[in-house]
C-alpha cells in the first residue's frame, strides 16, 4: 500500500478539522480504498510528487454494472470541495487511462458525461485545489468490456462526415435543475484501437458567457464516447451559453445555448 510522508499526514489533519465526523472518518491514509493493483502507476502517471488524499468529498457516480461498455455514464461531483482548480478523471484498466480533465473557472466543479471502458475497473477523479494538493475519489464498474476497441455504430452510415461536430444543446433556467446546461456533439470518438482506424477526437472545449468570461475548459481523450453529452452547471441563469471546440483533425465548432 502507498506510503503517506509526513507533509499529507499534516494536510489530513487539517482537513479532517474542517469536516464532519463521518467524513473525517472516511479520510484515508492508508492505501487506495479501491484496492487497485494499478494505483500505484495512476499515482505517479498523474499526481506525481504532489500531497494525495482519498477524499470523500469527490463523488463520482456510475453504475455498479455498466451493460453497455461504449456508453458508460460518470458524473463527477467535487462541489463538496472548495477551491477546486482542476478535475482529472481516469480509468485504472483502460487501454487508454486518462479520460479528461477539466476546469471549472466560475463553474461549480461537475460534470456529468460517459465514457467506453475495455473492461472492469475503478473510475477516478482527481481534484486539485489551489495549494496543490490533489483529492482523489472513485467507484468500481464491473462490465462485459471491449468498449475501447470497437467501431463507432455512427460510422457505418455512409454520409456521417456531414453530421461531424454538429452540436445540440439545453439550459435549464428553473426547478431543481436550473443553471444546468447540456451539451451534445456529433463525433466518432475514435481511440485508434480499431485496426486501420487512427485516432480522431475532441481535443478542447469551452464555456463562455456572452461577455467573453469563461465558465469552464474541458481536454478531452479517446475514452470518452462517441457522440458525447457533457452536462455542467455553469453557475448562471438566464444568459446564452458560448460552447467551442475542437478536435484533434483541426474541425472546429461553436454553438450558442440559449436559456
Not at 444568459?239 to 478536435?247: E, F, H, K, L, M
Request: hydrophobic residues 45%; contains cysteine.
Amino acid at each position: 500500500m502507498a506510503q503517506i510522508n509526513y507533509p499529507l499526514s499534516v494536510a489530513a489533519l487539517a482537513l479532517a478539522a474542517l469536516m464532519s465526523p463521518a467524513d473525517a472518518a472516511a479520510l484515508r491514509e492508508q492505501g487506495d480504498p479501491l484496492a487497485s493493483a494499478r494505483w500505484e502507476d495512476m499515482r505517479r502517471s498523474f499526481l506525481a510528487d504532489a500531497p494525495v488524499l482519498f477524499d470523500p468529498r469527490i463523488k463520482v457516480i456510475a453504475p455498479s454494472t455498466a451493460e453497455n461498455p461504449m456508453q458508460v455514464p460518470v458524473t463527477v461531483d467535487a462541489t463538496g470541495l472548495p477551491g477546486v482548480v482542476e478535475v482529472v478523471v481516469f480509468a485504472d484498466f483502460n487501454p487508454i487511462v486518462e479520460v479528461l480533465r477539466f476546469y471549472p473557472d466560475s463553474a461549480a466543479a461537475l460534470l456529468g458525461f460517459r465514457v467506453k471502458l475495455q473492461q472492469s475497473t475503478p473510475v477516478r477523479a482527481a481534484a486539485r485545489t489551489a495549494d496543490g494538493v490533489w483529492h482523489v475519489g472513485g467507484t468500481w464498474v464491473n462490465t462485459v468490456g471491449g468498449g475501447c476497441t470497437a467501431p463507432a455504430a455512427g460510422k457505418a452510415a455512409p454520409d456521417w462526415q456531414a453530421s461531424l461536430n454538429q452540436v445540440s444543446g439545453r439550459q435549464w433556467s428553473e426547478g431543481p435543475n436550473a443553471s444546468r446546461l447540456r451539451l451534445r456533439i456529433v463525433h466518432p470518438m475514435d481511440t485508434g484501437l480499431v485496426a486501420g482506424t487512427p485516432a480522431f477526437h475532441l481535443e478542447e472545449i469551452e464555456f463562455r458567457d456572452e461577455a467573453g468570461r469563461r465558465l469552464m475548459r474541458l481536454r478531452t481523450f479517446e475514452p470518452v464516447a462517441e457522440n458525447p453529452v457533457f452536462t455542467l452547471q455553469p453557475g448562471i441563469v438566464g444568459q446564452t451559453v458560448i460552447s467551442a471546440g475542437r478536435d484533434n483533425n483541426g474541425n472546429r465548432f461553436e454553438a450558442r445555448i440559449a436559456p
